[in-house]
């Protein structure tokens, strides 16, 4: 009886011990992403102020100006995201039943319906920025074409930004405010 508490005791030190010999974490190292083209092709998804609708068009890095550009399906300039306003961009998937998928699995023959299993991935693009001109944080998305072009985008908005890299993600850390005692 003696044996068996002290073999538990035992095995909870040694489990304690090894939690703690783990190496302590560090910044996610950059994977072999290369920079993103100068333009992307991407759906606006909404979420920047004064523009609702959903819409193709295209990113651009304007480095001259320091921001980043959405154009629309005709060429014109739809807004502009400076670099220096961006507070996060990180990547988010979503899988969904694709179209046909939809439509076959309500044909009324067995087993159609495991047409619904038929899904897809959506890769999409998410800024969240502070908006210098109405004082205000906002949160806007893209939805774009694959993963390596979502990586390399996220990639450069990071470095160009200036921005510290969390795991898949980029941040601006924030900066502490000095008292003014």
């Known amino acids: 009886m ?6 538990i005791v035992l095995a909870v030190f040694v489990g304690a011990a090894l939690g703690q010999m783990r190496p ?5 190292t950059t994977k072999d992403v290369k920079p993103a083209p100068a333009t992307v092709n991407a ?3 909404g979420g ?3 523009v609702s609708d959903k819409e193709s068009g295209t990113l651009k890095f304007d480095d001259a100006n320091e921001r980043l550009v959405f ?3 005709d060429g014109k300039e739809r807004f502009g995201i400076p670099y220096s306003s961006v ?3 990180y990547p988010d998937e979503k899988s969904v039943t694709t179209t046909a998928g939809n439509v076959v699995k309500y044909i009324p023959l067995p087993g159609a319906g495991l047409a619904g299993l038929i899904r897809e991935k959506r890769r999409y693009l ?3 920025y502070d908006d210098p001109d109405v004082d205000a944080k906002g949160t806007t998305s893209f939805k774009l074409a694959n ?3 979502l990586e390399s985008v996220i990639f450069s908005i990071g470095t160009k930004a200036k921005m510290k890299q969390r795991g898949d993600a980029y941040v601006r850390p924030r900066v502490a405010q000095a008292d003014t005692n």
Do not use: A, R
């Not at 302590?24 to 996610?28: C, L």
């Open 2 to 7: 003696k044996i068996t508490h002290i073999l």
């Open 24 to 28: 302590p974490e560090t910044e996610t």
């Open 43 to 45: 759906q606006y998804q």
């Open 48 to 50: 920047f102020f004064g």
């Open 71 to 73: 154009f629309g399906e």
């Open 87 to 89: 507070l996060t961009v």
């Open 126 to 128: 998410i800024l969240n």
């Open 147 to 149: 993963k390596d072009i």
